[in-house]
């Protein structure tokens, strides 16, 4: 992890998750100030999220999308990241525990184990 993208995380925005086998794709939107960044891993709560869900059975991969214009990238003012991982859906469990704690809307936690983050701009 980069420290520029530890800066992105710091700022609110929107964050887009794609599942990468839907046709077509699914999108959903979450906000940068419900992810928790944790030993490799995006905690997001989820009490949406159903079209991604039912992807995962036959293909769990996602890719993520984080910018902010407040944090200066590789040209200038703002940076933006793509983040490709795997994605599971929990309901219970330490992880879903702290973050229903923060958000007690959430249904579901999503966590995605991220395999690389790749810098856009």
Known sequence: MNQTFLDVLK????????TVNAAPAHV?????????????ELWIPAA???????DFPTDNRVTLTFGSKAVT???GPGAGFHVHGRGRF????????????????????????????????
């Open 11 to 18: 700022h609110e925005g929107p964050v887009t998750i794609i």
């Open 28 to 40: 959903v939107n979450t906000w940068m100030s419900y992810v928790t960044l944790q030993d490799g």
């Open 48 to 54: 949406g999220m159903h079209s991604i869900e039912a």
């Open 73 to 75: 990238g590789t040209v």
């Open 90 to 121: 929990v309901a219970s469990g330490p992880a879903f525990d702290a973050k229903k704690a923060q958000f007690p809307w959430l249904t579901r936690l999503l966590i995605v184990t991220i395999d690389d983050v790749e810098q856009k701009i």
